[in-house]
Protein backbone atom coordinates (compact mmCIF):
# COMPACT_ATOMS: atom_id res chain seq x y z
CA UNK A 1 0.00 0.00 0.00
CA UNK A 2 0.91 3.44 -0.72
CA UNK A 3 1.43 6.31 1.37
CA UNK A 4 -0.91 8.24 -0.81
CA UNK A 5 -3.32 5.88 -0.57
CA UNK A 6 -3.14 5.59 3.08
CA UNK A 7 -3.47 9.57 3.64
CA UNK A 8 -6.42 9.15 1.27
CA UNK A 9 -8.32 6.08 3.26
CA UNK A 10 -7.47 8.06 6.45
CA UNK A 11 -8.65 11.46 5.60
CA UNK A 12 -11.90 9.90 4.24
CA UNK A 13 -12.45 7.83 7.63
CA UNK A 14 -11.94 11.04 9.69
CA UNK A 15 -14.55 13.20 7.29
CA UNK A 16 -17.28 10.47 7.79
CA UNK A 17 -16.54 10.32 11.01
CA UNK A 18 -16.77 14.01 11.52
CA UNK A 19 -20.01 14.05 9.37
CA UNK A 20 -21.59 11.25 11.55
CA UNK A 21 -21.06 13.93 14.65
CA UNK A 22 -22.14 16.85 12.89
CA UNK A 23 -25.76 14.60 12.25
CA UNK A 24 -25.76 13.82 15.87
CA UNK A 25 -25.72 17.02 16.96
CA UNK A 26 -28.40 18.20 14.55
CA UNK A 27 -30.62 15.66 15.47
CA UNK A 28 -29.62 16.69 19.28
CA UNK A 29 -30.23 20.64 18.85
CA UNK A 30 -33.61 19.35 16.55
CA UNK A 31 -35.00 17.84 19.56
CA UNK A 32 -33.54 20.37 22.06
CA UNK A 33 -35.49 23.08 19.84
CA UNK A 34 -38.81 20.87 19.35
CA UNK A 35 -38.44 20.61 23.38
CA UNK A 36 -38.15 24.36 23.52
CA UNK A 37 -41.09 25.11 21.28
CA UNK A 38 -43.60 22.44 23.56
CA UNK A 39 -42.32 24.72 26.05
CA UNK A 40 -43.00 27.60 24.44
CA UNK A 41 -46.49 26.54 23.47
CA UNK A 42 -47.48 25.35 26.88
CA UNK A 43 -46.15 28.50 28.44
CA UNK A 44 -48.27 30.60 25.76
CA UNK A 45 -51.47 28.55 26.83
CA UNK A 46 -50.65 29.06 30.66
CA UNK A 47 -50.74 33.20 29.76
CA UNK A 48 -53.99 32.97 27.56
CA UNK A 49 -55.68 30.92 29.84
CA UNK A 50 -54.30 32.78 32.81
CA UNK A 51 -53.86 29.65 34.33
CA UNK A 52 -50.55 27.67 35.81
CA UNK A 53 -52.16 24.13 35.51
CA UNK A 54 -55.05 23.79 32.36
CA UNK A 55 -54.84 20.46 32.79
CA UNK A 56 -53.89 17.40 35.01
CA UNK A 57 -50.79 16.47 33.03
CA UNK A 58 -49.50 19.78 33.83
CA UNK A 59 -49.20 19.42 37.44
CA UNK A 60 -51.71 16.52 38.50
CA UNK A 61 -50.82 16.70 42.47
CA UNK A 62 -51.50 21.07 42.56
CA UNK A 63 -54.67 20.19 40.14
CA UNK A 64 -56.10 17.66 42.79
CA UNK A 65 -55.09 19.98 45.66
CA UNK A 66 -56.45 22.92 43.95
CA UNK A 67 -59.36 21.23 42.92
CA UNK A 68 -59.92 20.30 46.62
CA UNK A 69 -59.62 23.79 48.11
CA UNK A 70 -61.99 24.79 44.98
CA UNK A 71 -64.60 22.60 46.64
CA UNK A 72 -64.45 23.79 49.93
CA UNK A 73 -64.24 27.51 48.41
CA UNK A 74 -67.98 26.68 46.80
CA UNK A 75 -69.35 25.32 49.95
CA UNK A 76 -68.36 28.01 51.87
CA UNK A 77 -69.98 30.32 49.21
CA UNK A 78 -73.08 28.63 49.04
CA UNK A 79 -73.16 28.37 53.26
CA UNK A 80 -72.82 32.08 53.07
CA UNK A 81 -75.75 32.86 50.66
CA UNK A 82 -78.37 30.36 52.63
CA UNK A 83 -77.11 32.58 56.05
CA UNK A 84 -77.65 35.49 53.94
CA UNK A 85 -80.64 34.50 52.93
CA UNK A 86 -81.80 34.05 56.45
CA UNK A 87 -80.31 37.03 57.98
CA UNK A 88 -82.97 38.91 55.21
CA UNK A 89 -85.69 36.92 56.47
CA UNK A 90 -84.57 37.84 60.32
CA UNK A 91 -84.78 41.45 59.59
CA UNK A 92 -87.83 41.10 57.18
CA UNK A 93 -89.52 39.34 60.87
CA UNK A 94 -87.85 42.39 62.98
CA UNK A 95 -89.16 44.83 61.23
CA UNK A 96 -92.74 43.41 61.02
CA UNK A 97 -92.49 43.38 65.11
CA UNK A 98 -91.41 46.81 65.27
CA UNK A 99 -94.40 47.40 63.57
CA UNK A 100 -96.40 45.21 66.20
CA UNK A 101 -94.68 46.79 69.05
CA UNK A 102 -95.89 50.29 67.97
CA UNK A 103 -99.64 49.26 67.63
CA UNK A 104 -99.20 47.15 70.64
CA UNK A 105 -98.02 50.59 72.69
CA UNK A 106 -100.76 52.43 71.09
CA UNK A 107 -103.07 49.80 72.37
CA UNK A 108 -101.92 49.74 75.81
CA UNK A 109 -102.24 53.85 75.81
CA UNK A 110 -105.91 53.53 74.88
CA UNK A 111 -106.36 51.16 77.47
CA UNK A 112 -105.33 53.23 80.09
CA UNK A 113 -107.84 56.05 78.66
CA UNK A 114 -110.71 53.50 78.69
CA UNK A 115 -109.90 52.54 82.24
CA UNK A 116 -110.84 56.80 83.47
CA UNK A 117 -113.72 56.68 85.66
CA UNK A 118 -114.72 60.00 83.88
CA UNK A 119 -115.24 58.34 80.63
CA UNK A 120 -119.03 56.91 79.39
CA UNK A 121 -119.72 53.50 77.51
CA UNK A 122 -119.73 55.35 74.03
CA UNK A 123 -116.43 56.71 74.17
CA UNK A 124 -115.10 53.43 75.43
CA UNK A 125 -117.17 51.77 72.22
CA UNK A 126 -115.32 54.16 70.33
CA UNK A 127 -111.80 53.45 71.72
CA UNK A 128 -112.69 50.02 71.40
CA UNK A 129 -113.23 51.01 67.38
CA UNK A 130 -109.52 52.02 67.02
CA UNK A 131 -108.69 48.67 69.54
CA UNK A 132 -110.21 46.57 66.93
CA UNK A 133 -108.82 48.21 64.17
CA UNK A 134 -105.58 47.59 65.32
CA UNK A 135 -106.45 44.31 66.27
CA UNK A 136 -106.86 44.16 62.59
CA UNK A 137 -103.96 45.32 61.65
CA UNK A 138 -102.00 42.93 64.07
CA UNK A 139 -104.05 40.22 62.76
CA UNK A 140 -103.26 41.49 59.02
CA UNK A 141 -99.30 41.35 59.90
CA UNK A 142 -99.58 38.17 61.70
CA UNK A 143 -100.69 36.38 58.46
CA UNK A 144 -99.31 38.01 55.66
CA UNK A 145 -95.84 38.88 56.70
CA UNK A 146 -93.62 36.75 54.10
CA UNK A 147 -90.30 36.23 53.04
CA UNK A 148 -89.84 34.36 49.75
CA UNK A 149 -93.39 33.23 49.71
CA UNK A 150 -92.69 31.75 53.28
CA UNK A 151 -95.23 33.10 55.80
CA UNK A 152 -93.23 34.51 58.96
CA UNK A 153 -95.58 33.95 62.12
CA UNK A 154 -97.33 30.54 61.62
CA UNK A 155 -94.47 28.85 63.15
CA UNK A 156 -91.39 29.34 60.78
CA UNK A 157 -90.14 32.51 62.92
CA UNK A 158 -92.15 32.72 65.33
CA UNK A 159 -95.86 31.52 66.32
CA UNK A 160 -97.95 34.46 66.72
CA UNK A 161 -101.30 35.78 66.27
CA UNK A 162 -103.52 37.70 68.62
CA UNK A 163 -105.22 33.99 70.35
CA UNK A 164 -101.22 33.55 71.28
CA UNK A 165 -100.86 37.06 72.48
CA UNK A 166 -104.17 36.67 74.16
CA UNK A 167 -105.53 39.61 73.03
CA UNK A 168 -108.83 37.72 70.55
CA UNK A 169 -111.30 38.61 72.78
CA UNK A 170 -109.88 42.21 74.31
CA UNK A 171 -112.77 44.56 74.78
CA UNK A 172 -112.53 47.48 76.74
CA UNK A 173 -116.72 48.18 76.71
CA UNK A 174 -117.01 44.43 78.93
CA UNK A 175 -115.46 45.85 81.68
CA UNK A 176 -113.41 42.84 82.37
CA UNK A 177 -110.41 43.73 80.84
CA UNK A 178 -106.94 44.21 82.08
CA UNK A 179 -103.75 46.28 80.81
CA UNK A 180 -101.65 43.38 82.34
CA UNK A 181 -102.97 40.92 79.13
CA UNK A 182 -101.26 43.79 76.90
CA UNK A 183 -98.44 44.29 78.71
CA UNK A 184 -98.04 40.01 78.51
CA UNK A 185 -98.11 40.73 74.50
CA UNK A 186 -95.33 43.32 74.55
CA UNK A 187 -93.30 41.28 76.53
CA UNK A 188 -93.91 38.22 74.46
CA UNK A 189 -92.72 40.32 71.06
CA UNK A 190 -89.98 41.70 73.13
CA UNK A 191 -88.85 38.12 73.73
CA UNK A 192 -89.34 36.99 69.78
CA UNK A 193 -87.68 40.65 68.72
CA UNK A 194 -84.93 39.04 71.21
CA UNK A 195 -84.36 35.84 70.15
CA UNK A 196 -84.33 37.33 66.38
CA UNK A 197 -81.70 39.65 67.53
CA UNK A 198 -79.37 36.88 69.39
CA UNK A 199 -79.99 34.90 66.02
CA UNK A 200 -78.68 37.95 63.49
CA UNK A 201 -75.80 38.53 65.45
CA UNK A 202 -75.00 34.82 65.37
CA UNK A 203 -75.19 34.47 61.37
CA UNK A 204 -73.23 37.32 61.09
CA UNK A 205 -70.38 35.89 63.10
CA UNK A 206 -70.80 32.82 61.17
CA UNK A 207 -71.06 35.04 57.75
CA UNK A 208 -67.67 36.83 58.42
CA UNK A 209 -65.72 33.80 59.58
CA UNK A 210 -66.55 32.27 56.55
CA UNK A 211 -65.92 34.96 54.40
CA UNK A 212 -62.59 35.20 55.75
CA UNK A 213 -62.05 31.51 55.19
CA UNK A 214 -63.31 31.64 51.66
CA UNK A 215 -60.75 35.05 50.48
CA UNK A 216 -58.05 33.01 51.99
CA UNK A 217 -58.58 29.64 50.14
CA UNK A 218 -59.68 31.56 46.77
CA UNK A 219 -55.96 33.09 47.55
CA UNK A 220 -54.61 30.12 47.89
CA UNK A 221 -56.24 28.64 45.01
CA UNK A 222 -54.92 31.68 43.01
CA UNK A 223 -51.08 30.73 44.00
CA UNK A 224 -51.65 27.20 42.92
CA UNK A 225 -53.33 27.83 39.53
CA UNK A 226 -53.45 31.61 38.26
CA UNK A 227 -50.41 32.38 36.12
CA UNK A 228 -47.92 34.92 37.56
CA UNK A 229 -47.82 37.50 34.37
CA UNK A 230 -44.76 39.00 35.10
CA UNK A 231 -42.82 35.45 35.71
CA UNK A 232 -44.84 34.37 32.40
CA UNK A 233 -43.43 37.03 30.01
CA UNK A 234 -39.93 36.50 31.24
CA UNK A 235 -39.65 32.87 30.72
CA UNK A 236 -41.58 33.47 27.19
CA UNK A 237 -38.91 35.86 26.46
CA UNK A 238 -36.49 33.71 27.28
CA UNK A 239 -38.18 30.48 25.58
CA UNK A 240 -38.06 32.66 22.26
CA UNK A 241 -34.33 33.66 22.66
CA UNK A 242 -33.37 30.04 23.09
CA UNK A 243 -35.22 28.80 20.15
CA UNK A 244 -33.55 31.52 17.65
CA UNK A 245 -30.32 30.84 19.37
CA UNK A 246 -30.51 27.01 18.31
CA UNK A 247 -31.72 27.72 14.48
CA UNK A 248 -29.09 29.86 14.06
CA UNK A 249 -26.86 26.77 15.68
CA UNK A 250 -28.52 24.12 13.19
CA UNK A 251 -28.07 26.50 10.58
CA UNK A 252 -24.38 26.87 10.90
CA UNK A 253 -24.14 23.18 11.44
CA UNK A 254 -25.87 22.33 8.55
CA UNK A 255 -24.20 24.81 6.04
CA UNK A 256 -20.99 23.42 8.03
CA UNK A 257 -22.08 19.70 6.84
CA UNK A 258 -22.96 21.06 3.21
CA UNK A 259 -19.68 22.54 2.76
CA UNK A 260 -17.71 19.77 3.85
CA UNK A 261 -19.71 17.21 1.57
CA UNK A 262 -18.47 19.35 -1.02
CA UNK A 263 -14.67 19.34 -0.05
Not at 17 to 31: G, R
Not at 109 to 125: E, F, I, K, M, Y
Not at 221 to 240: H, L, P
Request: proline share 0%; no cysteine.
Amino acid sequence: MTIGNSFGSSSIQNLSSYNSKKVDQQEALSKKIEETRKEKQEQQEKMASGKKVNSAADNAATMAIAQEILASYNGLEMTNYNISSSMSMNSVADSSLTNVQDELTRMRDLTVQASNDTLTDSDRQIIQTEIDQIKEGLTSTFENAEFNTVTLFDGNVADLNLETLGLADFDVTSGNYSIKDIDKAINTISSVEAQLGAEYNGMEYEYSVNEYTAYNLKYAQSGMEDTDYAQAAMDDAIKTALMKYQIQTQGVLLSSSNMNLMV
